[in-house]
């Protein structure tokens, strides 16, 4: 089954917000074996919902149409939808009595152009919304099924997930089965390299790799028929590339470095803290954005200047005169300080050149050193990064991360 | 002008990620008089691409193409629009050499797949990557414009600002220039309440309000033929929405509070210190985006533990027992403690409550103290926030930005 997402809404093409909606429904379907093979995004004018719609019925199974159910003006979803497949819009009762609630609820009168959100086609099954005043639809047509939901996604996506979904989950022939897996520490094109036979040779399950900054994914996707016995053909596939890739794999379920190294820490029950320079507080802010981690983080320490390195954290002002604030040395005074002062199991540190100025022949923009002390001594890494400040800042959080997976998992 | 973004990549289809590109695209072409009719996304699908791309090229001027510009195999955009245009693909001797060296200063080898990316259509415009591998590219097809970009919105970003946007500048017939007037402190329905009257009657310049997490901001746009004398149709309008909205308004070329603070911060040579609990180093992170703060910022203490507020600022135990982390009395002494133990003009601080667990019936989830301390004495301020951990840490630091500003406004 193809399925297709046509969102309409003028505030989508004028850069006002992302087409979320369509992400979220993409990430759902192919568990009722339905693919995603169209997204469309059109404004409020009925002659280009109506092409579009037309397009998209003689292409796909399953056109779900999401935004412009309101009670405005510029709201014609509905209105387009029905004359292009001819059916009429007939009043709803119940869809009427529970918006006269709602507002009622509110202590809210109920302005008159709101009664056409209780128009719905003729013979279509109604789709509730709980958090606000539009019902959605669901309607066969000659083979075809037309969905349609409201444009907010606090409305659209409870009513997806109550109602959509179940429905396709009922009528589902195979079901798709993917899993992501996340690496850190290789390249795109080298990860590729290292497994140009499995994406040559592969079928069912297929394996599509994307880069994002600074890091890989591989989705991985089996195919199962409905009534086929339970098995895990996505297993076998997944330990091959494991076995090839090592631990620069480091989730199979879409959690992030940061989400995996703050798990295992907390798991570890190892307290840390943070000495920052260049990074000043995103690693500590990703930390912390972790409910629970309360548990093991103690405090970061931003010193952004020399003196508070030598002030707040112990680092010798011989060792800043003779390699600088950027170095190894300091680097390595800076995790040990922390960890000290802090009286934590695990002191982290990152002291970097995030650019745009402040760059040399020698120390270059995208110098970074990171640290980790722990009870056993230091490690200190070099990185040469590249690209904005914000990109070297968050590339750099990732290289945090990964170190302290990696010592975690080390000591488990 | 019409112009359809058309996006390729499987990650779409599959809900990985949503399409911020096409957002970005939409809210920049209409300043050069080109609006946006149709988002497009199809899968890394020749055929499918094919048919999509022919269907654009029918109905729009401009046919902006995003993704699969990459080195691995399923990255087919640019032979696909070749076939279609019928164009050949040559190589770009330039492309190549810079992207030999772009492996070359990282210390990585090239593998062979990264080529294709150095093959770009005959006769094109060549769009620069500074950010990554992969050229982009504009061409001029039977009167109607093709541009290809990179799909990472690290690389397309800023491809779009310094490449394809001057060149739909150059060539525009009407212009429109859009101010964005940012409000921080009035919320949206009051904001269009007070204006009113002016929403009502516009025609040229035109006003959106909309609104995003804690703050409203006012698109005015006006249409200026190209030939037209130079005058400044926004500036009556501005004029009068900052009378009627006062210093609420915090910047009209779409800088965020956190530039406007910062650079106030650096104009007035004032240093500052600031000591974090529940925004765990996230207002100190966003300060230290900024180039050149390091001249007016020492350092952030982030005091998650209780024993850490204590020995880092200072805060008194009788504080901590008798009132709580999360009172106003806390929040005094954190901004007063690191103001003292920094020595800078002036120390900020954050503790709250930010979810999802720890709140109570007399401190929510949700309540945070946000202090200045300065040479003169100490402000404090409560809010009452809600919503998720991560938009309360959020709004906290527009909370923490905006009261730096009118400290700063006031002594100016």
Redesign the interface.
């Known amino acids: 089954m193809k399925a297709e997402i046509l969102?309409v809404g003028t505030e989508?093409?004028?850069?006002?917000?992302?087409?979320?909606n369509?992400?979220?429904?993409?990430?759902?379907l192919?568990d009722a074996g339905i693919?995603?093979?169209?997204?469309?995004?059109?404004?409020d004018n009925p002659e280009?919902l109506k092409q579009?719609l037309s397009?998209a019925l003689s292409r796909s199974d399953v056109v779900i149409l999401t935004g412009g159910l309101g009670p405005t003006r510029d709201d014609l979803t509905k209105e387009t939808v029905a004359a292009v497949v001819n059916r009429k819009l007939v009043l709803d009762q119940d869809s009427l009595d529970i918006m006269e609630d709602f507002f009622k609820k509110r202590g809210r009168k109920m302005t008159h152009n709101n009664i056409k959100q209780a128009y719905l086609p003729e013979g279509c099954t109604i789709v509730r919304n709980s958090n606000g005043t539009a019902p959605g639809c669901i309607m066969e047509v000659n083979g075809k099924t037309i969905v349609m939901l409201p444009g907010p996604p606090s409305e659209m996506r409870p009513m997806f997930d109550e109602t959509v979904m179940p429905y396709f989950l009922a009528r589902a022939e195979y079901r798709l089965e993917?899993r992501?897996l996340r690496i850190f520490g290789i390249?795109?094109?080298?990860v590729?390299?290292m497994l140009l036979d499995l994406?040559d040779k592969q079928s069912n399950p297929t394996i599509?790799?994307?880069?994002?900054?600074g890091e890989v994914?591989l989705?991985i996707t089996a195919k199962y028929d409905k009534n086929s016995p339970e098995e895990d053909l996505l297993l076998p596939l997944e330990n091959e590339i494991r076995r090839r890739l090592g631990d620069a794999v480091y989730s199979n379920d879409n959690r992030s470095l940061e989400q995996i190294a703050s798990g295992l820490l907390i798991e570890s029950k190892k307290t840390l803290s943070?000495a920052?320079s260049?990074?000043?507080?995103?690693?500590?802010?990703k930390?912390?954005?972790m409910?629970?981690?309360?548990q093991v983080?103690?405090?970061?320490?931003?010193?952004?200047?020399n003196h508070?390195k030598t002030?707040?954290l112990g680092v010798k002002k011989e060792t800043l005169d003779a390699f600088g604030a950027v170095s190894e040395q300091t680097a390595r005074e800076m995790a040990e300080g922390v960890r000290l002062v802090?009286g934590t199991d695990i002191g982290i540190s990152v002291t970097g050149i995030a650019?745009?100025?402040g760059g040399t022949e020698e120390k270059p923009v995208g110098l970074v050193y990171t640290a980790l002390a722990h009870e056993q001594g230091t490690v200190v890494k070099k990185l040469?990064l590249?690209?904005?400040?914000?990109?070297i800042?968050e590339v750099t959080c990732l290289h945090v991360f990964d170190m302290l997976r990696r010592y975690l998992l080390k000591i488990k």
Chains 1, 2 share one sequence.
């Open positions: 969102a989508l093409l004028m850069g006002q917000i992302a087409n979320t369509a992400q979220y429904i993409s990430s759902r192919p693919g995603v093979y169209y997204h469309d995004v059109v404004g280009r579009s397009l993917s992501f390249g795109e094109s080298a590729e390299d994406i599509a790799p994307y880069a994002r900054d994914t989705r943070i920052e260049c990074t000043g507080g995103l690693v500590s802010s930390f912390t954005d409910p629970g981690i309360s983080f103690d405090r970061a320490i931003v010193t952004y200047s508070a002030e707040e802090s650019g745009p100025g040469d590249w690209g904005s400040r914000s990109r800042r």
